[in-house]
């Protein structure tokens, strides 16, 4: 039987598999040891990938809402009445009637990133909503505004690295973020099986925290506290040597004195961390001879969030292990979306959200304020709804107040193969092929691997007969926008012929011949040269490319934004002003990944839910005997926004006074068409999230830390 090889799609660590066919069913699926990157490894949700495509819940046609459920409609239908609706709307209301949301997986799919953009020119509207604002939107902004490029983002070297500070992040689960490297646990291993030293920071003793020399509890929402102190430790004690970023690097000096204000003690109380236990830490990270901080979505969705993505920068960059080996490093992608233009550089702030005025980022608002601006009446109201491959009832803060938002549209319609909880409010969902009926490469996550390496998986299975892939649908709908009146160079061009000679693989062809290891070098990469490599081909390994791949204004790198440096001002006020100090029996709520979850959508896999119920409150055994409570039984959770029935699991894992939900659950509600999770439907921790706890500075939602009680 022939081998079929391919990358996994569903986490960012872009394990190669091999998978056994017997006619439409797969028999076999293990990691791919001849993949240079992943050498073998994967995890248990590998398994979701077959068993997604075999799910009878899966829709394989489109279909229309009616009274009595939902009715099959033809493709032409459903793309003519989608553009028409969504036209209609922005005819009569104008552009920003209709709003787009883009969930996670579109970035997990070449399809989805680019063709995405010809249709969202084409509903030009200024509603544009991602899943970035729950999740990387302070990574961009600190990119952009220190190194010019939102996309040029630093990646930790873990492989060559002999200090890696953990703040906000357990890739022992997640398998790495923003850092995609298959098989974490190992490098993990291996970095301190070669001395180095792993150092976590988290309110919870979590996996990754198992594995670490030292873990420190923190308070949540503190760590830009505890990163200023670091800083200022560093400075304080002479420890600073950025060495040859010196010669291309500002703001140094102004570095320097904001940091002056913030020594370890003030700090400690705000944090729950000693000084003597931060002195030590920054004495660790300037002297090990390759250090590097990095934190995840822990860091980036909270209320400092864009402060936390910064700091972090400037502290590899001024112990001199900003694009060093072993420090944190910048990528060189076969297909180089930063190359060309072909990705813009990105802006900030060029206009306010309508109703609470949020910052826009590369002309997306955040998602925290897509439910008032449904709701709220006015010029500018949101009354239509595209969304595509999200669920944002469940991913998004205070996603109940969003459903009742969702419920009151007057036209909404869905990409994607689910009936979930956000699309069961749509009018029509288009479902895209499976994720084994499309050839895939990464154009996204190989520009954030700690090593460059390509590969292409063709299709698996041939699509079914009638099924449309994501971009085949976005540019149906596209060439139906551009018919109206809409992207008037597309119609002249021509729609049908630009569009049916823009598909992801005449694009990928074209980006690998122009990327840096194509045409213009000794390696001439093509699809050709990809196709005849199943398992994929290393590139090598990150290698350092500053100043020259800057995209500043005279290629330099600022270390101290005025954006950024302003905001220190409202951390001060908020954490070490007069109101700071929690009130009495309040806890704060922060989330966690599961390593059988993957965000909301993997719970209709029997083989990934069976055991235990997962979605259970974690909290400290002083915290629950303060409150009488004891493990398995059921607790209530109250917020300001909601209040949620949850299994209480009593943990020592827990920093006193905190407490842990997983994200991702909550299938219980009505009309959704996912058996299996309904079955194991838990709570959504979105229904205590608050839209109204966003990073002032990003928009960004701020789900680490949130007020809540729990009672019997
Ligand atoms: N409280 C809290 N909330 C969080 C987080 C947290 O840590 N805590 N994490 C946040 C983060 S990091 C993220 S990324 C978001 C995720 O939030 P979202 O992106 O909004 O949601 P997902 O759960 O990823 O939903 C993915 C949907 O895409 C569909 N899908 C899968 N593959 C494809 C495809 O190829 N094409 C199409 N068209 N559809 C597809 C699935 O059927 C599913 O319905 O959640 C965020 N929400
Ligand atoms: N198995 C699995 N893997 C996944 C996913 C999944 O759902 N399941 N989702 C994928 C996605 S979309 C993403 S974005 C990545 C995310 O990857 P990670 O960021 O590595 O994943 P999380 O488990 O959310 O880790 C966040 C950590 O931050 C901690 N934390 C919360 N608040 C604070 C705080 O204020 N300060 C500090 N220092 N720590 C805090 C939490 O306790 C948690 O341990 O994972 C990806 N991989
Ligand atoms: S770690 Fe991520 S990419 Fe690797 S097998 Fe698991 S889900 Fe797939
Ligand atoms: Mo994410």
């Given at each position: ?135 990387q939107?302070p990574h961009h902004l600190a990119a952009l505004l220190m190194f010019g490029h939102q996309l040029l983002l630093p990646i930790p070297d873990v492989d060559r690295t002999d200090f890696l500070l953990l703040l906000?992040a ?8 923003l850092m995609t490297a ?9 970095l301190?099986?070669?001395?180095g030293r792993l150092v976590?920071v ?21 760590d830009a506290l505890l990163l200023l102190a670091l800083l200022h430790t560093l400075f304080a004690e002479g420890r600073v040597a950025p060495g040859r970023l010196a010669g291309f690097s500002d703001g140094l000096e102004q570095v320097e004195r904001m940091v002056r204000e913030f ?15 931060i002195r030590?830490l920054a004495r660790g990270f300037a002297s090990a001879p390759r250090a590097v901080a990095y934190g995840r979505?822990?860091l980036s969705?909270?209320?400092f969030g864009g402060l936390c993505q910064w700091l972090l920068n400037v502290l590899n960059a001024v112990t001199g292990n900003l694009d060093r080996p072993g420090g944190a490093m910048f990528t060189r992608p076969?297909?180089d979306?930063l190359r060309?233009?072909?990705a813009?550089r990105g802006?900030f ?98 520009l954030l691997a700690v090593r460059n ?63 840096p ?23 090598g390994p990150l290698e350092p490319c500053l100043p020259g791949r800057l995209f500043t204004p005279g290629r330099r790198i600022q270390l101290a934004p005025p954006e950024l440096v302003e905001d220190v ?128 500075l ?15």
């Amino acid at each position: 039987m022939p081998l079929h090889h391919r990358t996994c799609t569903l986490c960012e660590a872009m394990c190669g598999l091999t998978l056994e066919v017997e006619g439409e069913t797969v028999t076999s699926l293990r990691g791919d040891r001849e993949d240079p990157f992943s050498r073998g490894f994967l995890c248990p949700k590998a398994t979701a990938l077959p068993d997604v495509h075999a799910d009878p819940d899966r829709l394989r046609h489109p279909v229309r809402r009616t009274s009595s459920g939902w009715a099959r409609v033809s493709w032409r239908e459903a793309l003519d009445e989608t553009a028409e609706r969504l036209a209609g709307i922005q005819e009569s209301a104008g552009r920003d009637a209709v709003a787009v949301y883009l969930g996670n997986p579109s970035v997990h799919n070449w399809g989805t990133v680019l063709a995405g953009v010809p249709l969202v020119k084409a509903l030009g509207t200024r509603n544009r909503y991602s899943a970035t604002s729950v999740d990387q939107l302070p990574h961009h902004l600190a990119a952009l505004l220190m190194f010019g490029h939102q996309l040029l983002l630093p990646i930790p070297d873990v492989d060559r690295t002999d200090f890696l500070l953990l703040l906000g992040a357990n890739p022992v689960v997640s398998n790495g973020s923003l850092m995609t490297a298959p098989g974490m646990p190992l490098r993990l291993k291996a970095l301190r099986a070669r001395g180095g030293r792993l150092v976590v920071v988290d309110p919870r003793r979590t996996e990754t925290a198992e594995l670490a020399d030292v873990h420190h509890f923190i308070r949540p929402g503190s760590d830009a506290l505890l990163l200023l102190a670091l800083l200022h430790t560093l400075f304080a004690e002479g420890r600073v040597a950025p060495g040859r970023l010196a010669g291309f690097s500002d703001g140094l000096e102004q570095v320097e004195r904001m940091v002056r204000e913030f020594p370890p003690e003030g700090v400690a109380g705000a944090t729950g961390i000693a000084p003597e236990s931060i002195r030590s830490l920054a004495r660790g990270f300037a002297s090990a001879p390759r250090a590097v901080a990095y934190g995840r979505v822990g860091l980036s969705t909270q209320e400092f969030g864009g402060l936390c993505q910064w700091l972090l920068n400037v502290l590899n960059a001024v112990t001199g292990n900003l694009d060093r080996p072993g420090g944190a490093m910048f990528t060189r992608p076969a297909f180089d979306v930063l190359r060309g233009g072909l990705a813009g550089r990105g802006h900030f702030r060029r206009r306010r959200s309508r109703v609470r005025g949020l910052p826009e980022f590369s002309g997306e608002y955040p998602v925290a304020a897509l439910a008032e601006e449904i709701l709220t009446p006015g010029p500018g109201r949101i009354t239509g709804l595209l969304t595509i491959a999200g669920n944002p009832v469940l991913s998004t803060p205070n996603g109940a107040r969003l459903e009742r938002a969702l419920a009151s549209l007057d036209f909404m319609a869905a990409v994607d193969f689910y009936v979930n909880e956000t699309t069961r409010h749509a009018h029509l969902i288009l479902p895209p092929t499976s994720p084994l009926e499309h050839d895939h490469y990464d154009v996204v996550f190989h520009l954030l691997a700690v090593r460059n390496t390509a590969k292409y998986s063709p299709a698996l299975f041939a699509p079914a007969t009638d099924a449309r892939h994501d971009w085949e649908i976005f540019h149906a709908l596209s060439a139906r926008l551009a018919g109206r009146g809409r992207l008037g160079w597309l119609r002249r061009a021509g729609r049908t012929l630009v569009l049916s000679l823009a598909t992801p693989r005449r694009l990928l062809d074209l980006g690998l011949r122009l990327g840096p290891h194509g045409r213009g070098s000794e390696r001439r990469l093509t699809l050709r040269a990809l196709e005849a490599a199943p398992h994929g081909i290393d590139l090598g390994p990150l290698e350092p490319c500053l100043p020259g791949r800057l995209f500043t204004p005279g290629r330099r790198i600022q270390l101290a934004p005025p954006e950024l440096v302003e905001d220190v001002a409202r951390l001060r006020e908020r954490l070490l002003g007069p109101g700071a100090v929690a009130a009495d029996g309040w806890l704060q709520l922060v989330g966690r990944r599961q390593l059988r979850s993957n965000n909301s959508w993997m719970h209709n896999s029997q083989r990934l839910v069976k055991g235990p119920e997962r979605c259970t409150l974690l909290m400290h055994p002083g915290d629950a005997s303060a409150r009488g409570l004891r493990s398995g039984q059921l607790v209530r959770v109250e917020s300001r926004v909601g209040s949620i029935p949850i299994p209480l699991e009593v943990s020592e894992e827990m920093m006193p006074g905190t407490v842990s939900i997983p994200h991702g659950w909550g299938h219980g509600r009505p009309g959704v068409q996912t058996r299996v999770a309904a079955a194991h439907p838990g709570v959504s921790i979105n229904d205590l999230t608050d839209d109204q706890a966003v990073d002032a500075l990003t928009g960004g939602a701020a789900f680490s830390g949130i007020p809540v009680r729990v009672v019997a």
